[in-house]
C-alpha cells in the first residue's frame, strides 16, 4: 500500500495549493480518503476525506468554503485544492486511508484509527 503525497511547499497568504494524493496497492473503492496536519505544537487533525465510492466528503469548519477535496478514480488519486490560505493553516499535510467506512468518521475519531499514510509534506503560508 502506498500513499504519495505531492503539491506541497510555500506561498503566500492568500494564495492557492493543490495538493495531490496518488494510492497504489488497494482498491480505491473500498477506502475513505482523507487529509490530515500537523502544524507545530499542536495534535494531528482531519481536514477533509473522501469516499471515492460515491463522492460522499466530510469538510472541517476550520476549512469550510476553502478547501475542496475531490477524486479521480481512473487515477487512483485525491486532490485537496486549497484556496485563500492563511498563517493558520501551516502544517505538514499527510494524506491516509480508512478501510470500509464513510467520511463522517473524521468528525468523530482520531487520527489513530486511519490504517495507512503518506509521508506527509509541508506547506508554509507567509504573511
Given at each position: ?19 495531490s ?11 475513505t480518503?482523507g ?21 460522499d ?10 478547501f475542496?477535496?475531490t ?14 490560505l ?42
Amino acid at each position: 500500500v502506498q500513499l504519495e503525497e505531492s503539491g506541497g511547499g510555500l506561498v503566500q497568504a492568500g494564495g492557492s495549493l493543490r495538493l495531490s494524493c496518488a494510492t497504489s496497492g488497494f482498491t480505491f473503492d473500498d477506502y475513505t480518503i482523507g487529509w490530515f496536519r500537523h502544524a507545530p505544537v499542536k495534535e494531528r487533525v482531519g481536514v477533509l476525506c473522501i469516499s471515492p465510492r460515491n463522492g460522499d466528503t466530510y469538510v472541517a469548519d476550520s476549512v469550510k468554503g476553502r478547501f475542496t477535496i475531490t477524486g479521480d478514480n481512473a487515477k487512483n488519486t485525491v486532490y485537496l485544492q486549497m484556496n485563500s490560505l492563511k498563517p493558520d493553516d501551516t502544517a505538514v499535510y499527510y494524506c491516509a486511508a480508512k478501510f470500509l467506512t464513510t467520511p463522517q468518521i473524521m468528525a468523530v475519531l482520531g487520527p489513530s484509527v486511519w490504517h495507512e499514510w503518506g509521508q506527509g509534506m509541508q506547506v508554509t503560508v507567509s504573511s
